[in-house]
Every structure is written in C-alpha cells, then in structure tokens.
C-alpha cells in the first residue's frame, strides 16, 4: 500500500519561500495513472488543493495561488516537491502531500500533514 | 473558484441517518460525476470515504452513501454510531485545467 510522508521547514519567515517534501514509499512514483498532489488546511479550516504534477512534469495549480506555487518531481528519489513564494501568515497550515487517481480524478491516499507557521 | 456550500453541522442518534448536502456549481458538481467525500478526525489526515459520487473503496462500510442531483451532492451516513463523529468533506474535480474545489466542511455529531 503506498504510503506519503512530508518533511520540511516547519517555521518560515515572511516574504521567504516555504519548500516541502514528500516521499512515496510502497510503490514508483512513476507506475501507474497518478498524479502527485499538495492540499494544505489552516487551523480549524477547510482543505485548499494547491496543485498537482504528474510524473512526465506536467502540472495544474489553483489559480488562486498559481503565481507563488512550484511542484517538481524527483523521480529517482520518488519524492515530489512543493514551493510556495513570498509566504505570508496567511500561509501557516497543515500541509499535505496526497496522491491522486487520474482517471477517478480522485485524492485516495493521503500523507500525515506537516504543520507549516510563517512567522518572524 | 469558490468553495464548495455544505452546512457547518449535523447530528443524529446512534442508529439514526444523516444527509450532509455539497452545492456548486455547473463548473464543478454539477458539470463532472467526479464528486469525492471525505472523513477527518481530529488531528488526522482525510480519508476517503466516497469517490465518482457513490462509489466506494474497499473497507469502507456500506452505512455511508453517496448521490448527486444537478449541482448538489449528498452523503448519507445511515445507522450512525460513536465512530463516524468527525467532520466531512466533498470536493469535486472543476475543470479542463485540472483543477479541484473542496466543500467547507460540516461536522457531524453523534447525540
């Protein structure tokens, strides 16, 4: 069973560029109709999807934050990557890493979140 | 994109049902049958418990259900018990650009 885990920063500064990782374990990255996904959740919030990438490098991003947001893929590490510019308080959440079924256009496994605060 | 509408709360008896509605839009819901709903206890990750609008994954018991009409989807949990108190949510797949919208999320109660 695939299994995603963040690792990262967990304290930002403002104005600076918050970066996160996610490892995938129990399976390649890149077998499969998947794509690679980030959805974050502030404090007693809602879930936000930020944007995906599929293995070939393609990516979709919510346009809401499509100017600050960059997912690449590594894989031979069989990790993707999130980067996030210009963070701002606005900005600390649960960030997740998930995977999600291409053809069923749905997020079916999700990593454990990783608390991000942007503060000074 | 906006949110999707779902109302804050709901609540039932053990034993009980209960239907926790998802409005959108055409763009969204109402223009794809790619509507997923998931389940989030305190300080855990989603889980999915719903996805293409009623189907199910392996594990996940028959108590919960899914359906949609135009741009409303709904998820039933029937025969509540202790267990399913957490907060729901739906999203839904909402475009050609790839993108997904979730709901704001209502949480469920067991009295």
């Known amino acids: 069973q695939v299994q995603l885990q963040e690792s990262g920063p967990g304290l930002v500064k403002p104005s600076q560029t918050l970066s996160l990782t996610c490892t995938v374990s129990g399976g390649s990255i890149s077998s499969g109709s998947y794509y690679w996904s980030w959805i974050r959740q502030p404090a007693g919030k809602g879930l936000e999807w930020i944007g995906r990438?599929?293995?070939?490098?393609?990516?979709n991003y919510n346009p809401s934050l499509k100017s600050r947001v960059t997912i690449s893929v590594d894989t031979s590490k069989n990790q993707f990557s999130l980067k996030l510019s210009s963070v701002t308080a606005a900005d600390t959440a649960v960030y997740y890493c998930?995977?999600?079924?291409?053809?069923?256009?749905?997020?079916?496994?999700w990593g454990q979140g990783t608390l991000v605060t942007v503060s000074s | 994109q906006s949110a999707l509408t779902q109302p804050p709360s709901a609540s039932g008896s053990p034993g009980q049902s209960v239907t926790i509605s998802c409005t959108g839009t055409s763009s969204d819901v109402g223009g794809y049958n790619y509507v997923s709903w998931y389940q989030q206890h305190p300080g855990k990750a989603p889980k999915l418990m719903i996805y293409e609008v009623s189907k199910r994954p392996s594990g996940v018991p028959d108590r919960f259900s899914g359906s949609k009409s135009g741009n409303t989807a709904s998820l039933t949990v029937s025969g509540l018990q202790a267990e399913d108190e957490a907060d729901y949510y739906c999203?839904?797949?909402?475009?050609?650009?790839?993108?997904?919208?979730f709901g704001t999320g209502t949480k469920v109660t067991v009295l």
């Open positions: 990438i599929y293995t070939s490098g393609s990516t």
């Open positions: 998930a995977r999600t079924d291409g053809p069923a256009r749905v997020v079916d496994y």
């Open positions: 999203s839904s797949y909402a475009g050609s650009n790839g993108e997904y919208v």
